[in-house]
């Protein structure tokens, strides 16, 4: 399975990086029925910060962004879809005890890690460019403080020649 399906089936919803219960299903071969019948027998092992039900408007607006909407009936699920975090897949290789499953999970783990890894690549890139920034404009500083000096201190140059006076 390749990183880069699988990372971009991984949405960033409040803040915290998630897939969708509909997403998991695919990869995992089953329906999303059986994934919430399964999370819902073991309901105890997804506190909050590894699941939650997204609420109307944040699927709504996963919707507008990721599908085309058509009309007609049975097109969309009549149900909130769950988010799992990173916590929550791993979670999931314990109550899903297939052979592709944990397969699956591994491959997504990974994912997960390759996507830390890239925002950290970032965020420190980020950093050199404002250092860099700074120092740009502590130069532009300097040089025009030094043309500001060097007007004040400019006389007009002395005349050669003689003076009568």
Do not use: C, W
């Not at 990372?7 to 329906?31: H, N």
């Not at 990173?86 to 996507?115: C, D, K, P, Q, Y």
């Amino acid at each position: 399975m390749e990183l880069q399906l699988i990372q971009q089936k991984i949405y960033e919803i409040k803040g915290i990086r998630v897939m969708l219960d509909r997403d998991l299903a695919k990869l995992y071969g089953i329906e999303v029925k059986q994934l919430n019948l399964a999370v819902k027998r073991n309901i105890k092992r997804f506190p909050s910060d590894f699941m939650f039900q997204l609420n109307k408007e944040e699927n709504d607006s996963l919707r507008f962004q990721f599908e085309t909407l058509e009309s007609g009936r049975g097109k969309y699920s009549k149900y909130l879809p769950y988010a799992f975090t990173e916590h929550g897949i791993a979670m999931l290789s314990g109550i899903l005890n297939s052979e592709t499953a944990i397969l699956v999970n591994i491959e997504i783990i990974r994912a997960f890690i390759a996507l830390r890894q890239y925002f950290l690549n970032y965020k420190e890139i980020l950093q050199r460019v404002d250092y860099i920034e700074d120092d740009i404009s502590s130069i532009y500083k300097t040089l025009d403080f030094l043309v500001a000096q060097k007007a004040i201190d400019e006389k007009p140059p002395n005349k050669i020649g003689f003076r009568l006076e």
